[in-house]
C-alpha cells in the first residue's frame, strides 16, 4: 500500500510538469520544455537529500543513532579486513565483528524502537498530507483548464503554420 501511494504521487508530480509546459507555452509564447524538464532531477536530489536528514533526524530522536554508528564503523572495518582477503568466517576479525553488532544491537532498547516507529509514521503521514495539500492549494491547474490552454496551442500552431505558408 505504501508503495502504491508513493508510485501514485510520482505520477502525480510527472503529469503536473507535463501539464506545467502547456501552461508556460500559453503565458510565455515558448514552451521551454527542457528549462521545466530539468527540474524534475533537482526534485529528485533534493527528495533524496530530504529523506536522508530525515533519517538522521529519526535516529538521533530515537536514541538509535549511537548503535547506527557502531554498526556502520564495525562494518567499515570488517570491510577492510575483508577486501585484503581476512575475515573468513569463524576467524578472530569475524568474531570482533559478529561481537561489535551484537553490542550495538543491544544497547537499543524497547522503547528507542517504539520512538522509532512512531517518529517513522509521523513524518510520513505528515509528509504526504504536506504534499497532498500543497497539490490542492497551490496546483490551481485543472482537467478543465488544462483542456482549454491545450485548445488554444492547437489554435496557435495552425495559425503559425497558415502564417508561414502565406
Known sequence: LF???MGWMYMVILVCFQDSIDYNAYVEGDPKESLISSWRPLTVK???AL???FQFLIFLVSGVSAA???ISSAESE???VAATGGGKEGSPEYEAYVSAIAAAEDSVTAGNM???GIVVVLLLVLSILGAYVAI???YTLDEE???KIVEELELRKKEEGASKEA
Open 3 to 5: 508503495f502504491f501511494g
Open 46 to 48: 533534493l527528495g533524496s
Open 51 to 53: 529523506q536522508r536528514g
Open 68 to 70: 547506527y554508528s557502531q
Open 78 to 80: 570488517y570491510n577492510i
Open 114 to 116: 517504539r520512538v522509532f
Open 136 to 138: 490542492e492549494k497551490f
Open 145 to 147: 483548464s488544462h483542456a
